[in-house]
């Protein structure tokens, strides 16, 4: 299956200030997506990030608030903008491999702490 | 609506204990359902799917579309089976996983 590299795996940021979160797969995929998982709670897809186009953005997200890049089919980063404490939450890529997402790999997320 | 809910937040047996982890989903098609597993401090890694109707880890999962579960069961829970358990369900044609809140799994010595 394929492997995520994930980065920062952690940060602590002031309110009001951007982040940006990068996903490195050491293979092609065609889906890759983001997720979030505030404290205590499940995981949240933010949006599916397409190669080559905008982002598939699910409802409660927007593109102001976490615009995405997809530059190539191995590589995507998530922005977090205009931050403020309730966006404390851990930030996970994840992709879909094999014929319809036979396997979904994580990566080991980003925990984002906004002070 | 599509959803999936594991009804119990924490789940708590001793070793050598049956387990049953709930999951219950709704959507009108045909789903693919998952279960998804994070040990602490590791990453999330997929613990079996439906329709591969494979036992990984001793952990079998029969999905009951009449009842619309997919209940994870293991005969005999270890200590290393503690972990954080995930249901997932992936509407047709689409890419996206709907989680469940998870079940945290506590097998006690």
């Known amino acids: 299956s394929a492997v995520i590299s994930q980065k920062p795996s952690r940060d602590i940021c002031q309110r009001g200030t951007s982040l940006t979160i990068q996903c490195q797969v050491d293979?092609?995929?065609?889906?890759m997506f983001w997720y979030r998982q505030q404290p205590g709670q499940s995981l949240t897809l933010i949006a599916t990030?397409?190669?080559?186009?905008?982002?598939?953005?699910e409802s409660g997200f927007v593109i102001d608030k976490f615009p995405i890049s997809r530059p190539n089919l191995t590589f995507s980063t998530l922005t977090v903008s205009n931050m403020s404490p309730e966006d404390s939450s851990i930030y996970l890529c994840?992709?879909?491999?094999?014929?319809?997402?036979?396997?979904?790999?994580f990566g080991s997320g980003t925990r984002l702490t906004v002070v | 609506a599509q959803r999936v809910t594991q009804p119990e937040k924490l789940l708590s047996v001793f070793k050598g204990a049956p387990v049953e982890l709930k999951c219950n989903y709704s959507?009108?098609?045909?789903?693919?359902l998952f279960w998804y597993v994070q040990y602490s401090r590791q990453r999330l890694q997929l613990l079996l799917r439906?329709?591969s109707r494979e036992s990984i880890k001793g952990f079998t999962a029969d999905l009951n579309k009449g009842e619309t579960s997919f209940h994870l069961k293991k005969p005999f829970a270890q200590e290393e089976d503690s972990a954080m358990y995930y249901c997932?369900?992936?509407?047709?044609?689409?890419?996206?996983?709907?989680f469940g809140q998870g079940t945290t799994l506590q097998v006690k010595p």
């Open positions: 293979s092609q995929v065609t889906m």
């Open positions: 997932a369900l992936r509407p047709t044609d689409t890419g996206k996983l709907i």
């Open positions: 959507y009108s098609g045909s789903p693919e």
């Open positions: 990030a397409n190669q080559g186009s905008e982002a598939t953005y």
């Open positions: 994840s992709v879909g491999t094999g014929n319809g997402g036979v396997g979904y790999t």
């Open positions: 439906h329709i």
